[in-house]
């Protein structure tokens, strides 16, 4: 595998050359610093123009281009990373060799159109196309309960810090998308070619000087920008008196979010030490959470805690019965105190590594999370792959006990049934 990356000048092209793939895939990926009013326009925007561009003006005739290249896929994705929103535009095809030459520059002149050549008329965006977006994004809004679980995920980090991003809801809100018409989503969108930072991946096995030549050709921005924010939130102390908050729903099972502090730590503890803590206590079979909580004390559905690295939080979720929520809270305290104590052995540590490489190799063997990997490094300064396996496998007892003294819970959220 080669990593090639080029300065483009307004973005940056990064070349990962590999044959692991019979496909190729493309990323094109926008980031500003997020603003809580614009997350509605940005997701509806992101959707619009992969339905309609001025030479496919429906969605019918961009899936009929889709096919005509071999059965191409376009998706797009709108992600918070930290103190930035990324939007995201993936192009997947079939590499020439499985199909005919030419294939891979049409499939890009393709995605190019649809980013770059919308479906524009006096400044303003079609309408009708518009329309649809809009009653997908309504029904999308006002079912949001209807996935318990990521619902009280959302009310657990409004309510732990109203005012920070990590309270902003991924989705939008139904009073913004309201105020969205074909004017100021056209303003929106040329504002976002004109400021955002742009980076375009291209993963498969490719030229590289020919990949070079066609996105310089089709992707033509003359816009220099510079990072404004940093990337993390603002670390914030963790509460005096924690805070428990209950909801009712009509719900059969109760729904869990806890959200826990993570302070000072080290660059080397967030990349390592904080994960196989994570690991250790929440993630997987042999972890502390499912062969206590869940097996031993058949107390919980599910129970899992993931590390939230770039808004310095762990989170714990779970499905469980609301009669036993102090139980279960009692014993994920219990479970957090022994990893502050060291209550947790040598072999939990190895079988914690042993997860971790297995989770490199398979992200070594998906081009989207290849990306997002080469990604990080670039914005976050994160380790190459074989130096993370390294580092991983020489992290030490003492270091995860280190992080453990460093993790405490903040807030938590049940969303209760009836």
Known sequence: MEYIKKDLGSYNLHIIKTDKFKSVVVQVSFRSPIVKEE??????????????????????????????????????????????????????????????EGNLEEAITFLSELIFS?????????????????????????????????????RMLETMDPSSPLSYRPMGYLEDLEKIDESNLYVYYKNMLKTNLMDIFVIGDVDASKIEEIITEKFQSNTYKKTRKP???????????RQIIKEKENLTQAKLSIGCRINDLTEEERAYALTLYSIILGSGGDSKFFKNIREKHSLAYYIYSTPNKLDHLLIIRAGITKENLKKVVKLIDNEMQDMKKGNFTEEDI????????TSLDELEESPSRLINAYYMMELLGIDPIEVRRKKMDAVSKEEIISVAKKIKIDTIYCLEGE
């Open 39 to 100: 997350i509605t326009m940005r997701n509806v925007l992101s959707d619009l123009l992969l339905i309609s561009s001025k030479k496919y003006k429906t969605k019918r005739e961009i899936a009929l281009k889709s096919q005509e290249l071999y059965a191409s896929s376009v998706m797009d994705e709108d992600i918070r990373f930290g103190n930035y929103i990324n939007t995201n535009f993936y192009l997947n095809c079939l590499n020439d060799k499985y199909t005919e």
């Open 118 to 154: 919308p479906n524009v008329e006096n400044n303003q965006f079609d309408k009708a196309s518009l329309e649809i977006v809009k009653r997908q994004a309504t029904v999308a809004l006002e079912s949001i309960k209807e996935d318990p679980a990521n619902y009280s995920l959302i």
């Open 231 to 241: 990337y993390y939130l603002d670390e914030v102390k963790v509460r005096s008196k």
């Open 350 to 357: 190895s079988k914690a590594k042993e997860l971790f490489q």
